[in-house]
């Protein structure tokens, strides 16, 4: 029995990708091979890698001057690719200066990495609070390299509503966990990334989406394999690429792409989380810690109310485990913030998240 699967990452594909992939497992478009046993440089491969860096394209909107990469490493290698290609100097020159909004504990990694090869200015934090909202940031300054910020926060549940104005200053963005989950203009960036895992596919590939002019930066001593201008110039063939990971991404384009693409994906995901936020906020058990201008149509994170932490701890302990008996899994907040989070990617159907608040709703009334 499939489960509604809640997790953050890695986290549900859709189940018609699944189906294909495990129908294709040994021969692929008639190969006679496994897309994990081809040659990366094959004829066999390339209309694979081609065909998925296309429907990225279309359903992302993506304009002709900028590159697209598929690389491995996680997003958190780019916490170091970022600032070393934007902003690396060599060696004896002075440090360059980069922008960092910090919204979270990914957006902290982020800056804390930068602060290794620039001198990062906060622009804007909301660590006050327990990053429970997005700060109104600072303009950047014009010698700026570039202005990073976290479009979705994976973990407390915040994402931009707006973006900040940078102006000349290209605007670098962590898109990991809400990449196509509702349309995003790509001109307003320089540099967008995203670990598959979320919302895309599985872990093992990172999304780069760099505007060309961006390219060439980096300073002479970057490792070879840390250099964008080394992976656009080799179309992501410097060396072997994460294959499988690149074809399952393509089919879970496809399938979205079925669906009506990114439109259609921001119309059902504003749905599903009006759903769970609009019960958060009638809820006498729950409620959400986020501000309502913040709130992630991603990841809804949700606390018990009760106020003695003791009871508060097992009353919630006890929701994700009763909760994983009628299959609904991986509700447990990050370890590092506790409580509940249900991560309603694009891959999660709207009933996951009815079948969940019926749950809700059964066991605040036991509770009584
Ligand atoms: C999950 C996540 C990361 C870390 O991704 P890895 O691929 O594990 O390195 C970074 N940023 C955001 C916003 C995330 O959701």
């Known amino acids: 029995m499939r489960v509604y699967n809640f997790a953050s990452g890695p986290s549900a594909l859709p189940l018609p990708v699944l189906e294909r992939a495990a129908a294709e497992m040994t021969d692929v478009n008639g190969t006679g091979q496994s897309v994990m046993e081809m040659s990366h440089r094959s004829k066999d491969f390339k209309p694979i890698i081609e065909k998925t860096e296309a429907l990225l394209r279309e359903l992302m909107g993506i304009p002709p001057n900028y590159k697209v990469l598929f690389l491995q490493g996680g997003a958190s290698l780019q916490f170091s690719m970022v600032p070393l290609n934007l902003a690396g100097v060599e060696p004896g020159s002075p440090k360059k200066k980069a922008a960092y909004v910090e919204t979270g504990i990914f957006a902290k990694k982020a800056a804390e990495e930068a602060s290794k090869y620039a001198e990062v200015h906060t622009r804007g934090s909301s660590k006050d609070k327990a990053y429970t909202y997005i700060p109104a940031p600072l303009p950047p300054e014009a010698d700026d390299a570039y202005y990073h910020i976290t479009v979705n926060n994976t973990i407390v549940g915040t994402r931009w509503a707006a973006l900040p104005e940078t102006g000349s200053v290209p605007l670098a963005a962590d898109i990991s966990s809400c990449i196509l989950s509702e349309p995003l203009d790509v001109s307003r960036f320089g540099l967008l990334y995203a670990g598959a895992q979320k919302n895309l596919g599985p872990a093992g590939t990172t999304v780069v989406i760099i505007r060309e002019d961006l390219l060439g930066k980096a300073p002479s ?148």
């Open 221 to 368: 001593w970057t490792p070879t394999m840390l250099r964008y201008d080394i992976h656009a110039g080799e179309a992501s063939m410097y060396n072997t690429p994460p294959c499988y990971g690149i074809y399952i991404i393509g089919l879970v384009l496809e399938w979205l792409k079925e669906l009506g693409g990114a439109d259609a994906m921001g119309k059902l995901n504003r749905e599903k989380a009006d759903l769970l936020y609009a019960y958060l906020g009638g809820s006498k058990l729950f409620r959400s810690p986020v501000e309502k201008s913040s709130r992630s149509i991603m990841n809804v994170t949700f606390v018990s109310t009760e106020a003695d932490p003791d009871k508060r701890k097992e009353k919630e302990t006890r929701f994700v485990k009763e909760a994983a008996a009628q299959g609904l899994v991986n509700l447990a907040g990050h370890r590092l913030v506790g409580g509940m989070r249900a991560s309603i990617y694009n891959a999660t159907p709207i009933e996951g998240v009815k079948a969940l608040i019926k749950f809700m709703e059964k066991f605040e009334k036991n509770e009584k």
